[in-house]
């Protein structure tokens, strides 16, 4: 390469690294907590035009064509598309739209009004991939990343009357997207969380942290920041139940710490409590329901509240298997985490990717722990100069909707990603700074796969575990790789072997109803060998040393155009424990006996 081309290069990536960051600032205008505010929902049906070779312009989209002359025509139309309704995915209500991959447009028309002294926010949920927004013939801003909220500010934007929003949403697969071009889950596109107009006052609260030191039972240590022209308010923490009125007050940018002590009754499994919270400065009221807990390690051993717990865990997709689409309703989000609670776990991996913020929600009500995950996944391209600055957005966004949640215990931020990658180590390694600077009050951890498995011996080594706080790994010890000798013998040699070591994945695919095969002629895909890989997993843990931790892939079947046996995939993958159909194998009954044990060992 000449230096002119590569002198060239270097300007393209500038140009491009500024085109991106500029985006999403655009995207990021002080997010405002959409659930404890006034708002408008835009739930509900939206016109959609699918577009699969992105060839639709929005000028050309914005206006409904009236046509002249005979000769006119006009490839783009809302007039008489099909309508979908939001939140949901596009695949799963369209059956052309099924497997589709590609821009879809959406279009809506709302009543609106201009409001004294309210500021107001076109907020989204989430949109799978990429969004471009527009009102009233203006772009907003764009949004790359599929599970994580955005907002545009619109208050000086919107009319008295009816107000037209278009959203151009892209669920193409990118070389540098995260995740990138592979991945085992059903790539369900469009609006597939809420769409709401929130509205706060000029002046107001516009993110809080408030949640126990690390390695407190009682020191709260956060803080809280304002968005407007007035920022230099008191601001006052309010916990009834405990009495607690604390006082601070924002500096001239909007900041304030919060530190104080107070006697709480600790959430746990056991026990969720949470608190009844009010902030209030002169401008702005906002309230949640926080709960307040402890989790660290020590050595290898995992504390939540001081105490030692095993984890006992279980991997869900964000999908309703019995809808098959996209879960983003409280009715999807019950049945899932109902399901887990009656296995028996205390913890939900929620994989690969931030789930929806009532998922959050619920498990916390419901006593159940959450590993979040962020969706960098196997084959992502490190060595793009905009893949580092995606993965920080994302774990910033991620981080900035569930701080205050309790059950979120565990920061996961890569899964299955391979030593050698190019720049691979250095950006994630980067990223676990970046999130430890961000929070410091959970664990913090990289899943890996790529541990040796020779003469029945396990070697767990990455450069990834020196800056993780478990041991988290995936092995498929029976399905994908054979036994080499009993799995009551087999032998460890674990790197940073002071860490606790937890089993994020194990398991096999089994159709449901294939069974009744006697267990030394059971082959794969029955019921009776999934089983068999389940009880010989379950002796193999005996020999882990540090074992704190399983978690079997995965709840459900679901939904991933990688698996086509045509047989017994049929566009499933089929290591749930849970048919698509909620029928229980074989293996699930093996896994509940485990977990109850456990239980009662506790």
Request: some cysteine; proline content about 4%.
């Amino acid at each position: 390469m000449s230096r002119l081309q590569k002198i060239c290069k270097a300007h393209i990536v500038t140009i491009l690294l500024a085109f991106f960051l500029v985006s999403k600032a655009n995207a990021q205008t002080a997010m405002v907590n959409a659930a404890s505010r006034n708002s408008i929902s835009l739930n509900g049906k939206w016109k959609v035009l699918s577009d699969p070779g992105a060839a639709g312009d929005w000028k050309k989209i914005w206006i409904e064509p009236k046509p002249q002359k005979k000769t006119d025509f006009f490839e783009y139309s809302f007039d008489g598309a099909p309508e979908l309704n939001v939140p949901s995915d596009f695949n799963s209500q369209l059956c052309e739209l099924a497997f589709y991959e590609g821009a879809v447009w959406y279009k809506k028309t709302v009543t609106l009004f201009k409001k004294k002294n309210t500021r107001q926010f076109l907020y989204f949920g989430a949109v799978n991939y990429s969004a471009d927004v527009y009102l009233n013939e203006e772009k907003l801003g764009s949004h790359e990343g599929g599970f994580t909220p955005f907002q545009f500010e619109i208050t000086d934007k919107i009319k008295d009357g009816d107000n037209t929003i278009i959203v151009k949403t892209d669920n193409r697969r990118l070389e540098n997207g995260i995740p990138g071009l592979g991945y085992d889950w059903m790539n369900y596109g469009g609006l597939t969380r809420d769409v709401k107009v929130i509205e706060t006052p000029r002046t107001y609260i516009a993110d809080y942290f408030i949640q126990l030191k690390k390695g407190s039972l009682n020191n709260v240590f956060g803080w809280v920041r304002l968005n407007g022209e007035n920022l230099s308010q008191e601001i006052t923490v309010r916990i009834p139940e405990l009495n607690i009125a604390y006082k601070t007050k924002a500096d001239s940018s909007g900041y304030a710490k919060l530190e104080f002590l107070s006697k709480f009754k600790l959430w746990s499994p056991q026990n969720p409590k949470r608190y009844h919270v009010i902030l209030q400065c002169a401008t702005d009221s906002i309230t949640d329901e926080i709960g307040f807990r402890s989790i660290e390690t020590k050595g290898s051993e995992i504390l939540l509240n001081k105490k030692s717990i095993f984890i006992k865990a279980v991997n869900i997709h964000e999908e309703n298997p019995i809808k098959k689409a996209r879960a983003f309703s409280l009715e999807d989000d019950r049945l899932l985490l109902n399901s887990a609670k009656e296995l028996g776990c205390n913890l939900v991996r929620l994989a690969h990717y931030p789930h929806n913020e009532d998922m959050i929600k619920e498990a916390e009500k419901m006593g159940l722990m959450v590993w979040s995950e962020l969706p960098i996944y196997q084959n992502i391209k490190f060595s793009d100069s905009l893949v580092p600055y995606k993965m920080q957005d994302m774990l910033q966004e991620m981080i900035a909707r569930d701080k205050n949640r309790c059950s979120v215990v565990v920061w996961s931020l890569s899964n299955e990603t391979y030593p050698g990658t190019p720049n691979r180590d250095k950006a994630l390694i980067d990223l676990t700074e970046k999130c430890k600077a961000i929070d410091s009050t959970r664990l913090i951890t990289h899943v890996i796969n790529t541990q040796g498995y020779t003469n029945n011996s396990f070697h767990i080594w990455d450069t990834l575990y020196k800056y993780s706080d478990l041991i988290a790994l995936n092995e498929y010890i029976g399905w994908y790789i054979p036994w080499q000798g009993k799995p009551s013998e087999v032998k460890w040699k674990v790197d940073f072997s002071n860490k606790p070591v937890f089993i994020s994945e194990f398991g096999a695919e089994a159709l449901y109803g294939n069974r009744n095969v006697p267990a030394d002629q059971a082959s794969y895909w029955s019921e009776e060998y999934q089983e068999q890989v389940y009880k010989n997993q379950i002796e193999m843990f005996k020999t882990i040393p540090n074992l704190r931790g399983v978690c079997p892939w995965l709840l459900y079947d679901y939904r991933s155009l990688g698996r086509m046996h045509p047989v017994y995939q049929k566009g499933y993958n089929r290591k749930g424990l849970i048919s698509e159909n909620g029928e229980k194998k074989k293996a699930w009954f093996i896994m509940n006996d485990y977990y109850t044990k456990k239980k009662n060992e506790n």
